[in-house]
């Protein structure tokens, strides 16, 4: 089954103590990305990768880090988390920006 | 940078009534796609147009984008409670690099 698996899908944790949100998707995609949603604000891309060891910014990096390694895997990385980014966080993979995207379950994260 | 906006932000619909949702870009865009995200999941692809003018339709969805290629529509006849969820549009940037999302259209039914 063609999916997009993020973990964990909550997490609590407070500022400062680094954390990191896996994403693994099974269709060999390409473009993968990661995206933020606040209410009010829509999705907002924080990064993105269209391909292995390529990885750029979105309209939200500060505070992130990304890895491409591999194809299947696109971590998201929080180094110093802080409560400004207490989110629901989005994977995504696709063949590009002109192919339908597929979402991963969401990530709930709570920084106190 | 490019912008994608959508109105209206909220949508109230009586069961059985007819709703549009916009949705503009800040820029020309190949091809525009539009997701709906239920009440605590993740965004499912609906459909993509891409060409200028194009009509398509999936049972009471109509999308439409338009002529300029810079905004689109969602049209729902007949609202069912199936239907409540939050609609975005979305479409890649000047550079193809980056795929925009506008700010979403939750609707709520009321029975």
């Known amino acids: 089954e063609a999916q997009v698996t993020q973990n964990p899908r909550y997490l609590i944790t407070v500022t400062g103590k680094k954390l990191t949100v896996t994403c693994s998707q099974n269709?060999?995609?390409?473009?993968m990305s990661w995206y933020r949603q606040d209410p009010g604000l829509g999705l907002r891309q924080i990064y993105y990768s269209m391909n292995v060891e390529v990885t750029d910014k979105g309209d939200v990096p500060e505070g992130y880090k990304v890895s491409r390694k591999e194809k299947r895997n696109f971590p998201l990385i929080l180094e110093s988390p802080s409560p400004n980014q207490t989110s629901l966080y989005f994977c995504?993979?696709?063949?590009?920006?002109?192919?339908?995207?597929?979402f991963g379950q969401g990530t709930r994260l709570t920084v106190v | 940078g490019q912008q994608v906006m959508q109105i209206p932000q909220y949508q109230h619909v009586q069961e059985g009534e007819d709703f549009t949702t916009y949705c503009n870009s800040s820029t020309t865009l190949s091809n525009i796609q539009w997701y709906k995200q239920r009440p605590g999941g993740h965004p499912v692809f609906l459909i993509q147009?891409?060409?200028?003018?194009e009509v398509k339709k999936q049972k009471r969805l109509t999308f439409q984008f338009g002529e300029a290629k810079k905004n689109s529509s969602l049209h729902i006849t007949a609202t069912q409670t199936t239907d409540v969820g939050t609609y975005f549009c979305?479409?890649?940037?000047?550079?193809?690099?980056?795929?925009?999302f506008g700010g979403g259209t939750r609707v709520l039914v009321k029975p």
């Open positions: 995504a993979s696709s063949w590009g920006t002109t192919s339908p995207a597929f």
């Open positions: 147009l891409v060409k200028s003018g």
């Open positions: 269709m060999n995609h390409e473009y």
């Open positions: 979305a479409g890649p940037g000047a550079a193809g690099n980056k795929l925009t």
